[in-house]
């Protein structure tokens, strides 16, 4: 138990250290130079249509997951948190669509429709973590709180850009937090299931997504035909599906 609580208090230490650390840092309008993508190609009468398309792939990750999740029997998944599963994969989904509708007109406008799904999703794996590895009934009950931040965020962050001093600060916290919470929280509060592969297989394959995000026209250039940004969505929709497979492949 004193193990424990140590460990609880560390996650509680460093996301105190990130809300105060963010707290200095001035407010971050979004980049305009974001919304320029290395592949902006139109074929079949479709903007940036490599962008666009790639996007397909979480639409698949996420209906799959789902069905995996709608076989209520299955033992990988915590009844006090079958809400919280059905609204990762919902809005996994989502993503598809919003992230999708973003990539034909890339701007602040549209990017809100990318980042809400994305944040409903983010927040519904961490309230899954939580349960599955801290208490069901405190995954369960984080879920809407943090839902309504994750989309509170998303929603500050576009009416201050409507107001021209545009501030991602919350968001950055929303996305980036949890991603160095779970793992976190995955080392403190070991398990023996085959689950915990399919997350740390997931965080890889973010980790991964990212860099190629971040490298979208070296890729580009690199001659494959394919940009840093389309990798990006196809790769942590891979992740996703490793989860998928860790779920069916559940035991202990």
Not at 75 to 90: K, R
Not at 151 to 163: D, I
Not at 223 to 240: E, M, T
Request: net charge positive.
């Amino acid at each position: 138990m004193e193990k424990r609580k140590i460990s609880l208090y560390l996650i509680l230490l460093l996301t105190i250290c990130a809300l105060v650390g963010i707290s200095f840092v001035p407010p971050l309008a979004q980049n305009v130079e974001y919304h320029k993508f290395a592949d902006s190609r139109r074929l079949f009468n479709i903007n940036n249509f490599w962008n666009v398309i790639s996007n397909g792939m979480f639409a698949l990750s996420g209906v799959l997951g789902l069905l995996v999740v709608l076989k209520t029997a299955h033992a990988a998944f915590l009844q006090a948190l079958h809400t919280a599963y059905i609204v990762f994969f919902v809005g996994v989904m989502l993503v598809a669509v919003g992230s999708g509708y973003y990539h034909l007109v890339p701007n602040n406008s549209t990017l809100v429709w990318d980042r809400l799904p994305m944040t409903i999703a983010f927040m519904a794996l961490f309230s899954i973590i939580i349960g599955e590895r801290i208490s069901p009934d405190a995954g369960k009950n984080l879920l809407l709180p943090l839902i309504i931040l994750g989309a509170a965020a998303v929603c500050y962050w576009s009416y201050t850009e409507y107001l021209g001093r545009g501030d991602l600060r919350p968001y950055i916290i929303v996305q980036f937090l949890p991603m160095l919470i779970i793992p976190l929280i995955l080392l403190l509060f070991p398990s023996s299931s085959t689950q915990a592969a399919g997350y740390w297989q997931l965080l890889g394959c973010y980790l991964l997504a990212k860099l190629c995000e971040h490298l979208d026209r070296q890729i580009y250039e690199f001659g494959l035909g394919v940009s840093g940004h389309a990798l990006k969505h196809i790769i942590a929709a891979v992740g996703i599906l490793f989860l998928v497979r860790a779920f069916k492949k559940y035991r202990y």
